[in-house]
């Protein structure tokens, strides 16, 4: 599991620089996978293969979630170059402009400011590089906090002391329908579905995951012409899929659905409830060492 294919930035947050992995990181990664004899497919022929029992070994399948234009600009030439498939679940608020990238907000305040003061009068210190890194770990906390919906009415008023514009990063971070159009042309990318709005599935009805979950993909067949088979859960670390929310993708009719749980597929593992290894620039070889020990 990636996420953007950029150099990260080692001034920036590390909990927001570590979804960065660079083109060279992720060439050494895998020259390194590929002389240990792991073998780079599809997210169709890794689920063929996991589901006929045969006995095939270190099957490695990319994805890259959320779809950053980075994935067209870096990934995709890069991809081209090592012949390597992967799959780009893409969130279609993105692609329309239309995200709250919160988290790039946030990094942006902790790190020009040297102490940080919410509207409730919380103070936190961001006097240096350390400090920072907590601040913006704390500060995180408390917006996942806020009630997500109108999180932007929410955000405005928590940070009502620092002038900030929250329409940042929409004209540059996400695929556009154009790049997404060329993208579907390319044999070795496959795009999959990870929802229109990346909206977290706790407290949401199931109408409401189903609407946000189909509007990406009406969106897609609308303007890219591709209907998506393949599905991402949107929700990050701790957050475990519940076999409610498998249901609930499976009824929709995905050939596959990822989920951001840690481990590696094996025979008889449900095509709707894939577990993932997220590799970042920190972490990449100590992945590679357990898979090639336990694979
Ligand atoms: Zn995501």
Redesign the pocket.
Known sequence: MLHRVDTPDPEGIWYNQHLKMSPQTIEEMVDEARRHKCRFVTLDELVEVAQQKRSVRRLISVTL??GYRDNYTHGAPLFQQLKIPYTIYV?TKMVKGEMLYWWDILEHIVLTNDRVTLNDGQTFDCSTKEAKEQAFLDIREVILRLPQDNLLKHLQKLFCHYPVDYQTGNDWLGLTWEQLQELSREPLATIGN?TYS?LSFTGCTDAEICEDIQRATDEMQEHVGVRTRHFAF?FGEASAVSPHDVELVKSLGFTTSATTNHGYVRYGTDPLELPRLFVTERNWRQVLEWIVKLC
């Open positions: 979630d959320d969130c990870h990346h949107p």
